[in-house]
């Protein structure tokens, strides 16, 4: 009878694992969601927009770095190998320019920013990505793809200046869902740009004055900053390749101009599926420099532990705008507790047993427990394979503490075994959320010490 109940147990184990859905994402390429297949089975191929790095990492860098770091974590969890390339853009007008007011050299500025914006998404917990190649690393490459883009009849020369001519490139504005007609209304050219209509764009740059340049077929100059992307995706991943990321800011007329390029110079496809991450609020109204709502990551972290402000953006689907607030972050914080409190009572349950589960040597309430905690497990993975919904995930835990929380009750004497197997499913899954990352209490933080951060928040 035993090994009955063991084969039919076993037997639904398998079919639970042969029945799970599948993992879908959100394309805006194709505008719905679409089942992940990879290119390469069991591998991911990942390009994010990185940084421009002259200030600061701020929390709307926060949000965009996060997400992608949750969508590799679960990537990993479902025994992907994942190659994460993040490019950083060290030469830029916006780099240039702020050098230039400190009398500095643009390189060396840069270089500095990077060390500090790298460092303080560490001090963040978000994960590293593989890779960080720099613009001013791979201009050899980009000259190759601007000489492939003119050569393929879709760039051409003028004074110095190179353009691509987007009316060339079929279904151009697919990405952001744009027809060309509709771009070219009311757009003129500049004073100073040398292109034959106003929608070309940039690939590369004439040299001015007080300006880093490197040496081209069409002079000295520098990229133009949407070449950077293409060619450094192109360099290191391959074309095609599975997932390419960033802000909903990005969609146009970065990312459009991105997929134009690089299908242009190779004539492959580029990136199979595009991911775009939802737009940070802070109390309710846009962020931005003229606001004075941006907040640098390091000036956050003087007020609030990183743990707190990773479970708040883990709160937000990637694809929403979440509202950066005190409020949200205090309900994290609680919600966090809530969390530890658990672990903390599994922790001194089961800290002095080795011994694995049975499921024979459970009663029925403990078996029903066990089924929960399976239960909580499929929930899980099944709220991330829709589109990494992390919100419904949250929910899951939260579902599973009271649960867990029942259970321990109504029984004086927990199974030390069975609190040892809910203990390491709710590190598994909670740590796809970046969870556990710091040796941390469900006490560590006293009323009064949220009060100390509620003033320094208001100080920001």
Known sequence: MFFLEKYIFLSLFVISERTKMALKIYNTLTKKK???????????????CGMTVYSDAHIGHARTYFAFDIIRRYFEY??????????????????????????????????????????????LGIGRADLYPKASETIPDMIEMINKIIDNGFGYESEGDVYFSVEKFKNYGRLSGQKLEDLQTGIRIKPGENKLRPLD???WKKAKPNEPYWDSPWGKGRPGWHI??????????????????????????????????????T?????????????????????????????????????????????????????????????????????????????????????????????????????????NIKRFKEQFEKAMDDDFNTPEAVGIIFN?????????????????????????????????????????????????????????????
């Open 34 to 48: 679409e089942e992940f297949i990879s290119i390469e089975k069991g591998k991911v191929r990942m390009y994010v």
């Open 78 to 123: 479902k025994g992907y190998e994942v190659d994460y390339v993040q490019n950083i853009t060290d030469v830029d007008d916006k780099i240039i320019n702020a050098a230039n007011k400190e009398g500095k050299n643009a390189l060396e500025y840069s270089k500095g920013f990077t060390d500090k914006c790298l460092g303080d998404l560490d001090k």
């Open 201 to 203: 764009f940039t690939l």
């Open 228 to 265: 950077e992307c293409s060619t450094m995706s192109s360099k290191y991943l391959n074309l095609p390749f599975d997932i390419h990321g960033g802000g909903m800011d990005l969609i146009f007329p970065h990312h459009e101009n991105e997929i134009a390029q690089a299908e242009a110079a």
């Open 267 to 371: 004539g492959k496809k580029f990136a199979k599926y595009w991911m775009h991450i939802g737009l940070l609020t802070v109390n309710g109204e846009k962020m931005s420099k003229s606001l004075g709502n941006i907040t640098n990551i390091k000036d956050l972290l003087k007020s609030w532990d990183a743990e707190t402000i990773r479970f708040f953006f883990a709160q937000a689907h990637y694809r929403s705008p979440p509202d950066f607030s005190e409020k949200g972050l205090t309900n994290a914080k609680k919600g966090l507790k809530r969390i530890f409190r658990l672990k903390e009572k599994m922790y001194e349950i089961s800290k002095n047993t080795s011994k694995n589960i049975t499921k024979e040597s459970l009663n029925n309430e403990e078996k029903t427990y066990l089924t």
């Open 400 to 460: 599973f503490i009271n649960q867990s929380n029942k259970y321990l009750k109504n029984n004086k004497n927990p199974s030390p075994e069975l609190c040892k197997y809910s203990l390491e499913k709710l590190v598994e899954l909670g740590k796809i959320l970046t969870l556990f990352q710091e040796k941390k209490s469900s006490e560590l933080i006293d009323d009064e010490e949220t009060l100390n951060e509620k003033e320094n928040f208001k100080k920001i």
